[in-house]
Every structure is written in structure tokens, then in C-alpha cells.
T-cell receptor, first 117, second 116 residues
Framework: DVKVTQSSRYLVKRTGEKVFLECVQD?????MFWYRQDPGLGLRLIYF???????EKGDIPEGYSVSREKKERFSLILESASTNQTSMYLC????????????????FGPGTRLTVL | AQKVTQAQTEISVVEKEDVTLDCVYE???????LFWYKQPPSGELVFLIR??????QNEISGRYSWNFQKSTSSFNFTITASQVVDSAVYFC?????????????FGKGTRLHILP
């Protein structure tokens, strides 16, 4: 079974703090994704990566950065946390089939509920 | 542009009733993929099904069934004889084959309450 783990289920930080959210997958997936989920807004893509050291902006990258130094690990960084970044953060990963069969299902971690005070 | 619409924000049904969750999508690609995910109260999204645009056969898995109709751009999900454990948020999603990065666009979800 694919396993995606996230470093914390719940996190409380103060405004202005630097926050690291870690995500690790154990299935050698090329693609990794960070989403935030807010009531009424569904899942919104923050950043994604399809290879080590590669990153692409999603729909709402402002205020966030990412790091992918190893294939299995994808970190989301809030350089200076703000109250409007209070949210549920979900990490996901998926295979990329090099035959060109895109659209592969993503596997999700349990989520990190971040509260910024 | 790709888009997924789940018009039902919240549905409540009594246990053992059948319930259908609607999903309508928009895409310009001829090859695309549709998904359903379940998010129980624990928070983790669970993958339920993936369909490609060339396979319009309906799918049944136990009490779950999916109806894919390209003519109406819909991919509806039916739970037969619902159970309390089916209570969750359900997301419909779309991925276009023309993009390398396998991005998935999610609908805003339908919160399903199964009442005992």
C-alpha cells in the first residue's frame, strides 16, 4: 500500500514564525503536491513537484515556498506565517508513467491542521 | 479551461436510502481522467475510482456505482443502501492528459450525512 505521511496532524504557530510542513512518501512516486483545504473552497493547489529539485507553482503559491531535495520528501515552508494561512494542509503523491499515460490517481497523507495565532 | 462542479454542497439521507452525488466537468481535451475521492472525518482523502474518457462503461463496486456520460459531461456517484460509515465529504476531480504534471482539479466537494 502507498503510504504518505505528514510530520504533524496538528500544529499551532504564532504570526511571523517560519513553519515547515514535511511530507514523505514510500512508493517512489515522481509527483508530489501540496494543497490547502478550506471550508467552501475545496482543495486548492499550492505547489507541486515532478522531480527532485523541480517545483512548479500551483494556484495559490503566495506566501509559501517548497523544497524537494530527495525524491521521497516534499516540504512546504511558510516563511512568515500569517493568520490567513490557518488551514488544513494536505500532501499527495502520484506516479508518472513515462509512456505518457497521465492522469494518475494521487495518494494523500492524513493532513496537517495548522493554526496561526 | 478545466472545471469540476459539484452543485450539491450538503446532502442528508436516512440510513439504507440510496443517494446520488452529482458531478459535472468541463474540459477541452479529448483524453482526460475523472476521479472520486472520499474524505471521512479523520481527514485523509481516500481514492475511490479513476475513469478515462474513452471508457464510458458504468462501474459498480459493492454498494458504490458510477455513471459516466460524456454527452452531458457528468460523472455521478451513487451509494446504494447507505450506511452511517458513508458519512464523509466526497470530491469529484478531473485531470487532463495533455499536461505532464498530472495536476488534478477538484470540485468543492459534497458533504454527505447518513442519519441512523
Amino acid at each position: 500500500d502507498v503510504k504518505v505521511t505528514q510530520s504533524s496532524r496538528y500544529l499551532v504557530k504564532r504570526t511571523g514564525e517560519k513553519v515547515f510542513l514535511e511530507c514523505v512518501q514510500d512508493m517512489d512516486h515522481e509527483n508530489m503536491f501540496w494543497y490547502r483545504q478550506d471550508p467552501g473552497l475545496g482543495l486548492r493547489l499550492i505547489y507541486f513537484s515532478y522531480d527532485v529539485k523541480m517545483k512548479e507553482k500551483g494556484d495559490i503559491p503566495e506566501g509559501y515556498s517548497v523544497s524537494r531535495e530527495k525524491k521521497e520528501r516534499f516540504s512546504l515552508i511558510l516563511e512568515s506565517a500569517s493568520t490567513n494561512q490557518t488551514s488544513m494542509y494536505l500532501c499527495a503523491s502520484s506516479f508518472y508513467y513515462h509512456t505518457g499515460d497521465a492522469g494518475n490517481e494521487q495518494f494523500f497523507g492524513p493532513g496537517t491542521r495548522l493554526t496561526v495565532l | 479551461a478545466q472545471k469540476v462542479t459539484q452543485a450539491q454542497t450538503e446532502i442528508s439521507v436516512v440510513e439504507k436510502e440510496d443517494v446520488t452525488l452529482d458531478c459535472v466537468y468541463e474540459t477541452r481535451d479529448t483524453t482526460y481522467y475523472l476521479f472520486w475521492y472520499k474524505q471521512p472525518p479523520s481527514g485523509e482523502l481516500v481514492f475511490l475510482i479513476r475513469r478515462n474518457s474513452f471508457d464510458e462503461q458504468n462501474e459498480i463496486s459493492g454498494r458504490y456505482s458510477w455513471n459516466f456520460q460524456k454527452s452531458t459531461s457528468s460523472f455521478n456517484f451513487t451509494i446504494t443502501a447507505s450506511q452511517v460509515v458513508d458519512s464523509a465529504v466526497y470530491f469529484c476531480a478531473l485531470s487532463e492528459a495533455s499536461v505532464r504534471d498530472d495536476k488534478i482539479i477538484f470540485g468543492k466537494g459534497t458533504r454527505l450525512h447518513i442519519l441512523p
